[in-house]
């Protein structure tokens, strides 16, 4: 009997210390993240939409990428590369063995194809200029196609791709980061012209993950691409990217659990949410949120109406009592985070008047020099905005602050998105809300909106020694010295007020503390390649 109680005992504790593992499952990867804005497109060759990035970052990639560990620069589709003596001439070998996601070769032909599209007019890129600016033939390629056979991209082979750039730039690998000079699928355009992002079965990747099911408006699905080169470094299975355009609803849906994480939720909960909701990610951004000023449009193709209206605004009261969230006021285009030997490109800038808190009378001043005294026979200025809640608070804001402190109308409109920017682009508004965020980490990628004739220079503000100094800027190899002709750029067209300077902000966002690996860079990607659920 006592024999037969101890072989019970036995079996009981060995089945006690067996069920945690049986009982184990591993957590599911699945990924649901809400979005706050639906892009204007997902065409890696033509947009320039920061609200199609977590489609570009996480279904394809370039030559070079980003780390999601640090953020740092990596070696992509290209395993390796060298740089000429000179600074111009840059070879990039490719991987072995590059598929694209429906299991086709990639090769360097397939770069050679993205990068010449770009330059063909008909295909619209709105991030042009990073071809054109730096490489050889590129703009007379765009110009007439036929007439050049010196175009500085070269495919010698399959896995060879060179590109001869017309003077050094030290900064160009971080530009290769961008979605611009992404690869695409040369059959897949072909055969479906500008209809292939639509469909998941012509949306042909190279990233981590491709798409499998597109309700543009209600959800994009990706699923994990097998075909990419490192997809053992890919945990998540399934990313579920929900459109919760209302703010609000996001943080509910988060709060309740039905998502895993938002990019935006309303800046009045703020506080709240650092102080009890869990997961709340807050990194620096390398950006700036300002509004456009029509510098085509009168009467604000006046410096000094444009003075007027940036020395009326209270950033201050707007970062406290709107936003609510980490900023600081901006004084300029560039934002702090350019660093060379431990000086910011900001360090000592002048401020031309404007300060965290309205200059009034030096507001009414300007607009009085520019014939408008007490706002008198000045037109109702037309304020727009795309819709978006944080937005629309900063809107009423400032037209509260120019109604009071200039003695002007101001009407409020606004549109979604893809419309807004349309006429952003057309020149069909007055004051709209906009800003950007950097391509990447050098004062280059925001200097080019305000050159002449860039296609990102949706304001029209031009001064051809402003364009020479940013010219000039490009090819200086010395950090310092480009540093310094680039702040002489900036001081050029700060004193004409070609845009109503904000604040520089936080990258902010919610994303469950079950959810590991993601990497959230400078520019508010989220970067899923990497990322895993963990319980």
């Not at 990073?130 to 703009?139: E, K, N, S």
């Not at 509004?291 to 444009?306: E, G, M, S, W």
Request: with cysteine; hydrophobic share 40%.
């Amino acid at each position: 009997m006592r024999r037969l109680l101890s072989i019970l005992l036995t079996c009981l504790l060995l089945a006690a210390a067996a069920l945690p593992l049986t009982a184990y499952a591993a957590p599911t990867q699945e990924l649901t993240f809400a979005l706050n804005n639906v892009p204007d497109g997902i065409d890696p060759g033509i947009t320039n939409n920061s609200f199609a990035s977590p489609f570009l970052f996480n279904c394809f990639e370039g030559l070079v990428t980003t780390s999601t560990a640090d953020g740092s620069l990596i070696p992509g589709n290209a395993e390796s590369w060298t740089i000429s003596d000179d600074g111009l001439t840059y070879t990039f070998t490719l991987r072995e063995g590059l598929k694209w996601s429906d299991g086709s070769p990639l090769t360097s032909q397939d770069y050679l194809y993205a990068y010449k599209r770009v330059l063909t007019p008909e295909t619209g890129a709105q991030y042009l200029n990073l071809l054109t600016d730096y490489i050889v033939g590129a703009q007379e390629y765009y110009e007439d196609a036929a007439a050049v056979d010196g175009l500085g991209i070269k495919a010698p082979d399959d896995r060879t791709l060179i590109l001869t750039l017309k003077s050094p730039a030290p900064f160009y690998l971080s530009v290769l980061t961008m979605w611009t000079f992404f690869p695409v699928n040369q059959a897949t355009i072909e055969a479906n012209g500008d209809q292939w992002t639509n469909k998941p079965e012509t949306y042909i990747t190279n990233g981590p993950f491709r798409i499998s099911e597109n309700l543009l408006g209600e959800r994009v699905v990706l699923e994990k691409n097998p075909e990419y080169y490192d997809a053992d470094s890919v945990k998540l299975e399934k990313v579920t990217f929900r459109y919760i355009l209302d703010l609000s609803t996001a943080l509910m849906a988060y709060e309740a659990g039905d998502i895993d994480g938002t990019r935006g939720f309303p800046t009045s909960e703020f506080q709240r949410i650092r102080a009890n909701v869990p997961g709340l990610v807050i990194k620096p951004s390398y950006g700036t949120t300002y509004y456009d000023i029509n510098n085509a449009k009168a009467p604000y193709d006046n410096p000094l109406v444009r003075k007027a209206l940036n020395l009326a605004v209270d950033r201050t009261a707007i970062i406290e009592e709107v936003i609510q969230t980490p900023a600081t006021p901006a004084y300029g285009l560039n934002a702090p985070g350019y660093v060379v030997d431990g000086e910011d490109f900001v360090d000592g800038r002048p401020t031309f008047g404007m300060g965290p808190t309205a200059d009034v009378e030096g507001a009414r001043a300007a607009l009085a020099e520019a014939g408008y005294p007490n706002g008198e026979g000045f037109p109702t200025m037309h304020l727009s905005y795309y819709t978006n809640d944080t937005v629309k608070k900063v809107v009423e804001a400032l037209a509260a602050m120019f109604t009071e402190n200039l003695g002007i109308t101001v009407e409020i409109s606004n549109e979604d998105w893809a419309v807004y920017y349309a006429n952003v682009i057309a020149g069909n508004y007055d004051v709209g809300a906009m800003g950007w965020s950097a391509d990447y980490l050098h004062p280059m990628t925001f200097l080019p909106l305000l050159a002449t004739g860039d296609p990102n220079n949706v304001v029209g503000y031009s001064n051809p020694e402003y364009d020479a100094l940013v010219e000039k800027a490009r090819s200086i190899n010395d950090p310092k010295e480009a540093m310094e002709v680039m702040r002489q750029a900036e001081n050029i067209a700060t004193a004409e007020y070609p845009l109503l300077y904000m604040y520089y902000g936080s990258q902010s966002m919610l994303m469950s503390p079950k959810v590991a690996g993601y990497y959230l860079d400078y520019s508010g990607n989220v970067l899923l390649k990497t990322a895993e659920v963990t319980e």
